[in-house]
């Protein structure tokens, strides 16, 4: 079973080599000696989310909140290219949450969360700064459940006018819809830059949204013979883009 991995601010591992001394405090030392129980001697991986990721042993529980953490490994994840990133509608419920989390675990790269004009759940206010923290919280969790050294980007929301610009400068930009003429599984894909999905929700991506969008340079594709709910479509797209990038090779 592969080493637990908690996140430390990347100053802590700024400069650490094989033999130095990490400190583990703070929430992730609490949740590490009083939830997972770790002792001396026992495998951990250190990672501040940005890509880099410090493998090491338990040198000694400090408390009921901290430990120290002997390095004996350094690893950096190199910047993914390409890089995947899924324009997410937002789902009733938990649904962005399980979305967020699957997406996570498969590799995709970037979350922007977009308003559009047929979801029901709006983000406002408090409501919707408190929907982005849940959201971003959920990333960092599934990161370290699925032993990532980089966490998915979980952007600010987006409406449909904002997402033009990210549409023309990306690499590759598709639709997912249902009536694509094309599947994604044989769209010509680049080596390099942003490949961005739209997962639209429940009730569909409108015709006006569409249509701005495939003058932004993103047409629609269809992923299959069947129609995908709007918190599992994203995960299917990316890692079939995944898969074809060679990103899983």
Avoid: N
């Amino acid at each position: 079973m592969t080493a637990p991995v908690f996140v430390v601010d990347s100053s802590r591992l700024a400069g650490v080599v094989p033999g130095s001394v990490v400190r583990l405090d703070g929430a992730e030392g609490r949740h590490a000696v009083t939830v997972k129980r770790l002792e001396a001697g026992e495998a951990v991986t250190l990672a501040d989310g940005l890509g880099t990721g410090a493998d090491g042993t338990v040198a000694a529980v400090v408390g009921k909140d901290a430990l120290d953490v002997t390095v004996s490994a350094v690893r950096r994840e190199p910047e993914p290219a390409p890089r995947i990133v899924v324009v997410q509608a937002l789902p009733k419920g938990d649904r962005g949450e399980l979305a967020v989390e699957t997406m996570t675990e498969v590799g995709v790269d970037v979350v922007i969360p977009w308003a559009a004009s047929r979801c029901i759940t709006q983000w406002k206010g408090e409501r919707g700064a408190k929907a982005l923290a849940k959201w971003r919280a959920t990333a960092r969790e599934a990161g370290k459940q699925s032993r990532r050294l980089r966490f998915p980007e979980v952007r600010e929301p987006m409406t449909t006018r904002q997402l033009a610009p990210l549409l023309r400068a990306a690499a590759f930009a598709a639709v997912l819809h249902e009536e694509g003429a094309e599947p994604l599984a044989a769209a010509a894909l680049p080596d390099t830059g942003d490949l961005v999905l739209v997962v639209g929700p429940e009730g569909g991506v409108s015709p006006d949204e569409l249509a701005a969008f495939a003058e932004a340079g993103a047409g629609p594709y269809r992923l299959g013979p069947s129609v995908l709910r709007t918190s599992t479509a994203g995960v299917a797209a990316g890692a079939l883009l995944l898969g074809r990038t060679g990103r899983w090779s």
